[in-house]
């Protein structure tokens, strides 16, 4: 059973990470065993970052999952982890909605009220060295609304983001 640090290099109680995930996506037209098998790469890249994530920090977790998938299989050794399921209808082909649509659904349920700062991670994905990275903004006093990294875009016309931060006052929910 994967056993959290203990400590931190810095106070890092004001930060929460957020990260998203969609095991099963809606791809073009697939063979019902091709759509399982990209579920199940799906599923064992984040299985695998979340492992890292719970026994690598000391970081507040908050797993938003957008097709449905429950991970039971986290839940055994991390039952302090706030992980939300639920099931959108897909609007298009892109996972970026799906994505956008986890931050919504984080905010309206109230999962980040208690932090000052959220840092959006797509869920696949481990980011080593975050902690001494979030405390060297820690040390300078955060003066950003927001941070974004992102791959070079793929298709003409389209950034993929992989990780978001913003400091939280700066976000307003209400449209």
Known sequence: MPTRPQ????????????????????????AREKNTSIAQVRLALYNEAFKHWWTKTVLDLVIVESSGYTFDEIRSYASSLKIDSFKIRRVSQVVLMAEAYSIIHAFKHHYLDKYDYVLKVTGKYFLPEVEEHLCSLNATSPNFDLLIQNKPPQYENVTFTQQLLWKKPNLSTSS
């Not at 931190?8 to 697939?30: F, G, R, Y």
């Open 7 to 30: 400590q931190s290099p810095c106070d890092l109680s004001k930060w929460v990470i957020l990260l998203t995930t969609a095991v099963h996506i809606n791809v073009t037209q697939p």
